[in-house]
Each structure stands twice: as C-alpha cells, then as structure tokens.
C-alpha cells in the first residue's frame, strides 16, 4: 500500500506491535499513532468487544488467531521487524501463547516489550482479575474521593486506567527507547495501573494537605473548590484557593465580606458552603460565565462531554478536530516542530506485506 503524504510527527519511523486489549493499552497505542508511530494490531476475530472509534484510531488492524501454528509464526514475524510491542493479558498469558519477552528478544533484542496490567507481573494479585476502581482503591487514591457522609466515588477510569496507567506505559516506552540508543537493547516495561496511581499520590503522600473527606481541600469539602448548582440545574465549578484570588471572586459575585474570614479552617466550610450555594443558585450557568469567565476568579462552566467541543476557549484551541465524520480529541501534547496527527484506521489481510508497506493513509 502506498502513502500520499509522509506521516508527521515525533515518532515518524517508530513500529509498534499492539495486540488487542480494553482500556489503557489501546489509549497508549492511540497517543503513539497521533505522534506518528506506525501501529499494527493484530485483533481476535470479532475485535475485543469494546469498539471505540476515537481510541482505535491511527493503527493497521490484522485479524489472527494467534493460537494456530500460521497466527502464532505470523506474530514473531511482526514482531521481529517493530521497536516496541504492546500487550495486556494477564501475567503468564503471552508466555503460554509463546510470545513472551524471553522468546522475543531472542530473536530481536532491541524490542521495547510494553506490558500494562493493573496490578503487575508479581505480587500475590498479579494473576486475579480486576478493574480501575479495584486498582485506585488499593492506592489510596479512591478512599480521598467523595463527600463526607458518602461512600467514595470512582472518578470514572481516569485515575487509574489512563491516568495511572496508559500514560506511564508511554512514559515508560519512551523512556526505554530512550536508553536503547545507549546500550542497542530493548527491555520488558512492566506498567501497573497500582504504580501509576501510586506516583500521581506522590503530591499528597509528600505534602501536608489531609486526605480526609471533609477536610480534603481538593476534594471538594473546602467552599472555595468544588462545584455549585445553578438557577437552571446546571453546575459551575470555583478554585480560587489563593486568597487573592478569592477575593476577586468573592467582589464579582457581591458576596458578604464576611466570608473570607477564617476560610483556612475546617470548621466554617459547612456553614459558607451553604451560603455560597445559596449565592450561586440565584442566577443560571450562563449568567455566571458572563459575570466570572476571563476573571482571575478561578472559575469554569460544569460541561458535558458534548458541549465541550462548543466552548470558544476549546475551540479557539482546535482541542477538537472532525475524522472520519465524527469529531475527535486532537493529539496532545502540542509540539511546536513535529506535532502529531490524528489518523485513520486500515484492515489488512492476515498475509499482507510487511511493516513497511501497512502504514495507515496518513493523508486522512
């Protein structure tokens, strides 16, 4: 297959091999395609049962059945010829099928063997099943996140499948290719979602703000961060923690004086909670963006998902971009030589040439 236009991006060149996972393995597959990366998955007949237009972007997709004795040859010929190899079975599960890292880099040492799982290749939960919510709560993490008379909330899978865990298989993958240069050898990246969340927790675990719900400064209890509901039923979030700024918001939205007096301490955020409360349930989402947005009031609209892309700020910013006739997240971080692209998606057939001739058509 041929290419109408060179691929662009940092990691132009770079060939990844992605066996089919959910959740934060393909995301980590995604960033490295919008970076230019050229991404092969090889898929299980029917696909993984998550489908995801967005995330699955940018890749070649091969369908093999990497059980048979022609799937399992055609992987190690794939994987002779890429920089880094994606996967995230249980620990054990590519050894069985013969793919592990022992017999790969036998046969290609340079290869950067990323492996994401949630609670890693060893530990006595290793080979059990779990989800993000199972991974953030044995961190600390999920415990610190909720009202006080609440059980905790899981914040969706951010924290811990994306969060803790795709971003730091990338990191991880670029770090080793980094080093790769030094030494010509690849290594195993053994990305836990429990590491990564455990590494996010550093800020809290080396500081001195409380974890506690109804004293967590930054988990809503403080008055001066968290979100308000409005006349029309929608929410609007505040941070102003800095004084100063509090201040400021305090003067634009008339609020009495009075509440800026003893603000650090526990005790009275119940009581100027309601009070604020009350203050923002008096005027609609709307009015209070016309009266706050470009304030240094630290102050922002509640959106859903699909209203996000509409905000002039979001937009003027291009955070959103249309492929395929559907809008998608633009590629992020943003270089100012080699940025990335988002790009489509191609199938090819089990016997199809090689690395060199499957990149998808980066003209899309």
């Known amino acids: ?86 996967e995230g079975y249980r620990p054990g599960v590519m050894e069985r099928l013969g793919l592990g890292p022992e017999v790969l880099h036998a046969r290609n040492p340079r290869l950067v063997y990323g492996r994401m799982t949630g609670w890693g290749q060893g530990g006595p939960l290793a080979r059990t099943a779990g989800h993000d919510i199972n991974y953030i709560a044995l961190t600390g993490a999920l415990a610190a996140i909720g009202g006080r008379n609440n059980t905790a909330t899981p914040p969706l899978n951010l924290v811990g499948d994306f969060g803790g865990g795709s971003l730091y298989l990338a990191f991880g993958i670029l770090a080793a290719l980094w080093e790769r240069e030094r030494s010509g050898l690849g290594q195993v990246v053994d990305a836990a979602i429990i590491d990564g969340v455990s590494s996010l927790m550093s800020f809290f675990a080396g500081g001195n703000l409380p974890l506690a719900r109804g004293r967590n400064l930054l988990g809503g209890a403080a008055p001066y961060y968290r979100c308000y509901r409005c006349a029309d039923g929608r929410e609007i979030a505040v941070g102003p923690i800095e004084p100063q700024f509090y201040a400021e918001l305090l003067e634009r939205i008339e609020a009495p004086a009075d509440l800026r007096n003893g603000r650090e301490d526990p005790a009275n955020w119940e009581a100027q909670g309601k009070r604020l409360a009350e203050l923002f349930a008096s005027r609609t989402q709307a009015e209070w963006c016309t009266l706050l947005e470009g304030s240094d009031a630290c102050f922002a ?9 509409e905000h002039p700020h979001m937009k003027a910013r291009g955070v959103y971009q249309e492929l395929e006739g559907r809008l998608q997240v633009s590629p992020a971080p943003r270089l100012s030589r080699t940025p990335g692209k988002a790009r489509t998606s191609i199938k090819l057939a089990a016997d199809a040439p090689g690395w060199r001739e499957v990149q998808p058509n980066c003209s899309a």
């Open 301 to 309: 609209p509640v959106l859903e998902l699909d209203k996000a892309p």
């Open 1 to 86: 297959m041929s290419v109408e236009t060179p691929c662009q991006g940092p990691l132009v060149g770079l060939r990844v091999l992605e066996f089919a996972g959910i959740g934060p393995g393909p995301h980590c597959a995604m960033m490295l395609a919008d970076m230019g990366a050229e991404v092969l998955r090889i898929d299980r007949e029917g696909g993984n049962g998550w489908p995801n237009p967005v995330v699955d972007r940018g890749r070649s997709v091969m369908v093999l059945d990497i059980r048979s004795e022609a799937g399992w040859a055609r992987c190690l010929e794939l994987a002779d010829q890429a920089d880094v190899l994606i």
